[in-house]
C-alpha cells in the first residue's frame, strides 16, 4: 500500500449520513455501490438491491458493462474487490461473493485497501461510496465503522450512511 501523509488520516473518512443518490454527487465525482461478484447468464452483474440497484436504474445497462469488467477482471477467482467503470465515473466495492450472502467482514476489508489504493493513485478524485456491509449485508455498523477507523483511509472518500 502506498502511503501518503497529505492524504491519510487516524479517524474515519468523511462520513455522511443520508443516502447516497446519483443526484447528489457532481458529475466529475466517482460513485461507488456495494457489489457481489455473482455474473447471471447473459453476462450482467447481479444488482438486485440496495446501493447496486440504485445504481442500475440510475444507468441503464451498467449491469452488463459491470459484468464484463468483474469477468475480465477476475478471469475465473471470485473476488475482485474495486472495480472502477471510467466510462460513467462508477465503482463497484466487492462486500460478498454471492448476492444472497451476507457481507464478508474479511472481503470489505480487502476491498476498502484496494478502494484507499485506487483514490491514492487518484488523488484528484472525491470518491463516494455507500456504508460497505451494513445495509443488506446484515454486519453491524460498529463493526464495519471500527474496521474503516483502523484502515486509516485517503480524505477523498466519503462513505455514506443511511438509517442504521
Given amino acids: 500500500m502506498k502511503e ?5 488520516t ?7 449520513f443520508g443516502r447516497l443518490t446519483y443526484d447528489h454527487v457532481a458529475d466529475d465525482e466517482y460513485k461507488f455501490f456495494t457489489a457481489n461478484s455473482f455474473i447471471a447468464s447473459g453476462g450482467r452483474l447481479v444488482m438486485g438491491a440496495g446501493a447496486a440497484l440504485a445504481c442500475k436504474t440510475a444507468y441503464p445497462g451498467v449491469d ?6 468483474v469477468l475480465f ?4 477467482r471470485l473476488d475482485y474487490y474495486v472495480c472502477p467503470l471510467h466510462s460513467h465515473q462508477l465503482g463497484a466495492l466487492q462486500v460478498k461473493r454471492h448476492y444472497a450472502d451476507k457481507a ?14 485506487f483514490a491514492l493513485d487518484n488523488r484528484s478524485y472525491v470518491i463516494h461510496c455507500n ?6 449485508g446484515g454486519i453491524a455498523y460498529g463493526r ?15 462513505l455514506w450512511r443511511y438509517k442504521t
Fill in 104 to 117: 464478508d467482514i474479511e472481503l470489505i476489508e480487502k476491498s476498502l485497501l484496494m478502494l484507499a489504493e
Fill in 73 to 76: 477482471r477476475t478471469r475465473g
Fill in 64 to 69: 452488463l458493462e459491470f459484468g464484463a469488467e
Fill in 131 to 136: 456504508y460497505p456491509g451494513i445495509g443488506n
Fill in 10 to 16: 487516524a479517524r474515519a473518512p468523511n462520513e455522511i
Fill in 4 to 8: 501518503n501523509a497529505e492524504l491519510l
Fill in 144 to 158: 464495519v465503522r471500527a474496521l474503516v477507523k483502523s484502515l486509516k483511509l485517503p480524505k477523498n472518500i466519503y
